[in-house]
């Protein structure tokens, strides 16, 4: 029979979780600890034996709750020291419910219903025993092109920071050994959202100071916060593929940060280091890996195959395997798996129950952005309106809708646009439907026919295109980023008719629209909605819900502009409408001086499409009267900067307020504007609000050429508005002590 060392300890009193850990590391075979730190996927067909012998820390990708307690059993019944499993799995943006993609909720702008989705994603994904997530994604995301665009929390570190840990905090829960908690990881460390030409996988180049000051911040929020785990990028950064990269894993996470959770690789990514061409075999990328600071191996068995023979040959210290199997094993403590290693019979909580699909409708309308509203085309009238066209592929497939990184979805409770509408008007419209084209990826014009009849019998033609779910997520990149197949010839034959266009796109990305754009009365851009998406948008369109949602990226007018993102550098030669040149308006053999010579492209204009914090309302909402509260500010003081916002419209609704500020001179240059706060307020018809940020001179720190984080003094300028364009501004002096 197995001596069951853990068995032994949970009858022991008063063991704090290091003499716990401790004492259980003291019995533990060097195969027994290099088996905590593997993570088999759960079609390996030799995994129950290999749990059986200690072999396993982790389990991936198994979500049937007889099969993780037979998984729980073997590990801490009949293996010899009985330590059970950790049971990872993609819990992204939902389990059974599923919400916007996070890029979508980060469009929300909302701490706190990120944070409800994130405890009933925790809640539905523990009811079938997992009890760590691979999310939130954190990385910094600028090139649209890049399909895990979807799943980030936009361009901005602070947006992400606040977002981030929001989400980790509905994971995590007040207490993670609470049966409802999961262990939630900050991914990918570091730097894969500027991947080159935004294709998966592939190399990053990101300076040292610009790393700092931007990609990093968000990793370090979570840090701080207490995020349970950390995974490493599969991506190359600066020439040393992150797995193997010791400088990021060890001496800023663990060494400058003080990080004490665990930290495990990506999908295989240990022996990709020899892919890479950093590893000459999997031996060394597995001494590479092991060195560099990853706790634990993800899917591949580098680990189990060499660290004994590297410990051996004393390559590895065995010290350093007990500080990755006591940052392992602490986890488990934590998450109380060695007091609790079953998952209840009885749910925690039904999956999909009102209060839960409540949320999931909340955040689909929170999350989306209305772009145009020309003539106040939107909200429709259901009482002035005879017959509704809906059109498009996406109007009614509720698979698709849910986006990317949905395992475990139930797509038969995903109620679709089409479904919606027809429930809201019942009788009242007459609602025609035609698809227009079989999938969003479909050149085939067969159908188009269709779809203009309807368009022309209709008072409104209510088009529902978009992604297809399978065009963004990992691995799932693009060239160009307008709408796929024929969707824009679609539009221009409705357009055609001359009956107005309400444009509705699902998509995991921004998309190019500048095409189309004066084709549409109203746009409304809902990302992929989830479960929940048909009645959120439905109310939006008929004006049971006021839009709020503002963009978390850029949207670009084309794919030659990326990467556009609004916190730039000015350059020495910034572009101005003064001095732009538009490529038709240049004379044949015209003087090169007579080109504006600024940074911009001669074919297409230097700004964005639609800006960062860009979202319209069905109200108008005027700002005034910026203040600062002290203009002369010494380092170490807290300050106030106030506006007021009025609801000049006759409607109530929630405004995201948001306040940017640019330090005009330092040692390194400072982006032309970048965010420092955000807040979500409603206001009543005709309400006025004086709106206050709180800012400490900390908040203005930064990298500076010496990578060492200060605040210097100089001059700001700071902004209050309802996007990154806002113009209402006002100046302050920060002082040395």
């Not at 950790?86 to 701490?111: E, K, Y």
């Not at 939130?136 to 901005?156: H, N, Q, T, V």
């Not at 060195?291 to 590895?316: C, F, H, N, W």
């Amino acid at each position: 029979m197995p001596v069951n060392i853990c068995q032994q300890l949970n009858n022991a009193k008063d063991l704090d979780k290091a003499s716990y850990v401790s004492a259980l590391l003291a019995h533990m075979t060097l195969k027994e600890k290099i088996g905590q730190m593997s993570q088999f996927n759960n079609e390996d067909e030799n995994l129950r034996s290999l749990i059986k012998n200690g072999a396993v820390g982790s389990v991936l990708n198994e979500v049937d709750v007889e099969t993780i307690n037979e998984f729980q059993r073997l590990a801490s019944e009949e293996s010899r020291l009985g330590i059970p499993l950790l049971i990872g799995r993609d819990v992204i943006h939902g389990f059974n419910t599923i919400f916007p993609i996070p890029l979508g909720q980060a469009a929300s702008w909302s701490a706190e219903l990120v944070e409800d989705c994130a405890r009933i994603a925790a809640v539905e994904s523990a009811n079938n025993g997992v009890n760590w997530t691979f999310a939130p994604m954190i990385d910094i995301s600028r090139d649209p092109r890049w399909g895990r665009i979807a799943e980030s929390l936009g361009e901005d570190p602070l947006l992400c920071s606040t977002l981030g840990i929001a989400m980790v905090k509905g994971f995590q829960g007040d207490n993670l050994a609470d049966s409802s908690s999961i262990a939630a990881c900050a991914k990918h460390f570091a730097g894969y959202g500027a991947s080159e030409s935004g294709r998966d996988y592939n190399t990053t180049n990101i300076p040292e100071n610009e790393l700092r000051n931007v990609y990093l911040p968000p990793f370090k929020a979570l840090a701080d916060f207490g995020v349970a785990t950390f995974m490493a990028s599969f991506s190359d950064l600066n020439g040393v593929p992150v797995t193997g990269n010791s400088w990021l894993l060890n001496d800023i996470l663990r060494n400058e940060w003080q990080f004490p959770g665990a930290l495990v690789s990506d999908w295989e990514s240990i022996p990709q280091l020899v892919t890479h061409g950093f590893a000459v075999d999997e031996g060394s990328a597995a001494f590479e890996a092991c060195r560099a600071g990853v706790d634990m191996e993800m899917a591949s068995d580098t680990y189990a195959k060499y660290l004994p023979a590297l410990i051996e040959d004393s390559q590895l210290e065995l010290k350093q395997i007990d500080t990755k199997v006591t940052r392992l094993l602490n986890l488990k403590f934590d998450l109380g798996l060695f007091q609790t290693p079953f998952t209840q019979s009885t749910p925690l909580t039904e999956p999909l129950n009102r209060a839960h699909l409540a949320v999931a409708k909340k955040a689909a309308s929170q999350s989306c952005v209305l772009l145009k509203n020309k003539q106040k085309t939107l909200p429709l009238l259901p009482e002035k309106i005879a017959s509704l066209a809906v059109i498009g592929p996406l109007a009614n497939d509720g698979y698709e809708q849910l986006g990317t990184w949905v395992f475990d979805a139930k797509v038969d409770s995903s109620i679709t646009c089409l479904e919606a509408i027809k429930d809201y008007v019942g009788d009242t419209v007459e609602i025609k439907f035609a698809q227009g084209l079989a999938t969003s990826r479909s050149n085939n014009q067969e159908d188009f026919n269709q779809a203009i009849e309807i368009a022309l019998t209709a008072d409104v033609a209510v088009m529902i295109l978009g992604e297809e779910a399978i065009l963004s997520g990992e691995a799932h990149c693009r060239s160009t980023i307008d709408l796929p197949g024929c969707q824009e010839q679609l539009i221009n034959a409705i357009y055609q008719t001359g009956t107005p266009i309400v444009l509705v796109i699902m998509a995991g990305r921004p998309i190019t629209l500048e095409k189309i754009l004066p084709k549409v009365a109203a746009l409304l851009f809902a990302w992929h909605p989830g479960t929940m998406g048909g009645p959120a948008i439905t109310d939006l369109l008929f004006g049971s819900a006021c839009p709020s949602g503002k963009l978390p990226v850029t949207f670009p007018r084309t794919v030659g502009q990326i990467p556009l993102y609004y916190g730039q550098k000015n350059t020495g030669r910034p572009a101005s409408d003064d001095t732009f040149v538009d490529i038709d308006a240049i004379q044949v053999r015209a003087p090169q001086t007579s080109l504006g010579m600024t940074s911009t492209h001669l074919d297409t204009h230097f700004t964005p499409l639609f800006p960062f914090g860009f979202g319209l309302s069905y109200t108008q909402f005027d700002y005034k009267d910026i203040h600062v509260s002290i203009p002369a500010v010494i380092i170490g003081e807290i300050f106030q900067i106030s506006a007021t916002l009025t609801n000049s419209g006759n409607l109530a609704a929630e405004e995201i307020v948001q306040l940017y500020i640019r330090d005009l001179v330092g040692s390194v240059t400072r982006p032309v504007k970048e965010l420092k706060g955000f807040q979500r307020l409603y206001l009543s018809a005709g309400e006025s609000k004086t709106v206050i940020f709180n800012v400490h001179s900390d908040e203005l720190a930064f990298y500076n050429r010496k990578m060492q984080l200060e605040t210097e003094p100089g001059f700001f300028h700071a902004w209050i508005g309802g996007d990154s364009t806002t113009e209402l501004k006002t100046s302050f002096e920060l002082m040395a002590k």
